[in-house]
């Protein structure tokens, strides 16, 4: 006899088998999932397109009448990835004990947001989950194509500067020692600007391992700084002063804060607690201090809406006049969910510019490279040849 048996623990199921007056032959659990969520799963990750599906499927479950445990029990035999799988199963449980439902969620910031977390809890407490939802589908889909937009407009210019730099390094590294020693080995001096090259050059070639290990060491050292808070800190600070970079993280971030605060106005969250949340999603400093003056000293000090955005300069005059007339309105989710959608075209228009200012930048500085190498080599050949002559 073959079967699955759900229970919290191995000893569980041993426990249910003797009163069954079964033995077992074998015992194992199926996926390792049961009962230890997602920490005890190795290398676990949970994508955009796992909180796509997921929260597309929930949405349509719920249209349809299907209660939420039916629904997560539906996802969890759907689900082939161990890592959602564990999750569900979590939620499950949670659920059982009485804890609300986005509880599971907030446990795992490393791959569920602030705003993925409290938009779900503001749905479960006014009802509205199954609009929540259905919003979060389609914010996460929004937010993948614009990432995906944005790193395929950088695949090229990666490639180019990846490929320059491994035929800089073969030249300097083989090609340069050997004719650098084919003109000592004949006696001749080269110029100072060629034998300053070829000394680069010998040094590069007779260090090669040494070097890469340092830059290997360097560039990981680079990953892991710049994912830091410092790191991120800094890293804003240096392409803030890069005007045409600086202009689309600012696009980038005023998009994430119009998108972020119309999902959380609409799911019913407090304005105060909403731009709070908003400021940690634009991913920029300068906005997160903007928007927590506005709502702590500016909305929560009696002042409207709009006047709290007149007093910071971040924000573009555009932006701050359709927030003031929306918000006397009554729309104010809305203007700021239109303005998301204008700022993913400004954000496409401005990757556009910044690919076309930068592959001609890169095409400039590598023929300079390779051609002082060139030039290296010809000067040098050229009165070896005007000598003999």
Known sequence: MEADVEAQSPSDVLTWMATQGLRPVSLKAVGGLQATGIRKIFGASITVEDQVFLTKYLALMLKVGTDLFKAIDILIADFDKPVMKALLIEIRDNLGKGQPFYSTFAKYPKFFSPVFVNLIRAGEKSGNLEKVFDDLSVGLEKDAELRGSIKGALIYPTIL????????????????????????????????????????????GGNVVYILTILAALVVGGIFFFRSDLGKLVFNRMVSRIPVINEVIHRIALQRFASTLSSLMKAGMPIIESIEIAA??????????????????????????????????????????????????????????????????????????????????????????????????????YQLTASVG
């Open 280 to 381: 940690e999603a634009g991913g920029s400093a300068d906005m997160k201090a903007a928007l927590l003056r506005i709502s702590r000293e500016g909305i929560a000090k009696g002042l409207t809406i709009g006047e709290a955005f007149r007093k910071e300069p971040y924000f573009p005059q555009v932006v701050v006049n359709l927030i003031a007339i929306s918000e006397q309105a009554g729309h104010l989710e809305n203007i700021l969910e239109t303005l998301a959608e204008f700022y993913e075209g400004e954000i496409n228009s401005s990757v556009k510019t910044l690919v076309s200012f930068i592959e001609p930048a890169l095409l400039v500085v590598i023929g300079v490279i390779v051609g002082l190498i060139a030039l290296s080599i010809i000067i040098p050949v």
């Open 161 to 204: 500067v990846c490929m320059a730099i491994l035929i800089i390094l073969g030249m300097v590294t083989f090609a340069l020692p050997k004719i650098a020693q084919s003109f000592s080995g004949n006696g001749i001096t080269p110029p100072a600007f060629s034998a300053a090259v070829f000394a680069v050059g010998l040094f590069i």
